[in-house]
């Protein structure tokens, strides 16, 4: 069975800190690429940040040398730590696991999210 668990969410003052992590099972975790979403209410889905098998990362503008994204691939889990936290950082955070397969279509996975709030 394939599955993504997010943890790690919850309530931040502006400027703190958090780490999400996601524990990935059921899939070669090594060779997907694994990426953070988030979703602020009223708004659509967005990327956060993706590292791909050989560590590559991309970050959102809006995040950039504020978190950072790791993966770990003998836990099967991948990391967002998340700096310098903004009230615009609120939002549920999903954890994605995609590849392509032998014939090139796109395989991907969701987590169920976590709420992160940003808040004095």
């Known amino acids: 069975q394939v599955q993504l668990v997010e943890s790690g969410g919850g309530l931040v003052q502006p400027g703190g800190s958090l780490r999400l992590s996601c524990a990935a099972s059921g899939i070669i975790f090594s060779s997907n690429v694994m990426g953070w979403y988030r979703q602020a209410p009223g708004k659509q889905r967005e990327l956060v940040a993706t590292?791909?098998?050989?560590?590559?990362?991309n970050y959102a503008e809006s995040v950039k040398g504020r978190f950072t994204i790791s993966r770990d691939n003998a836990k099967n889990t991948v990391y967002l730590q998340m700096s310098s936290l903004k009230p615009e950082d609120t939002g549920v955070y999903y954890c994605?696991?995609?590849?392509?397969?032998?014939?090139?279509?796109?395989?991907?996975?969701w987590g169920q999210g976590t709420l992160v709030t940003v808040s004095s």
């Open positions: 590292i791909n098998a050989g560590d590559k990362t």
């Open positions: 994605n696991a995609k590849k392509w397969d032998w014939m090139n279509r796109l395989v991907e996975v």
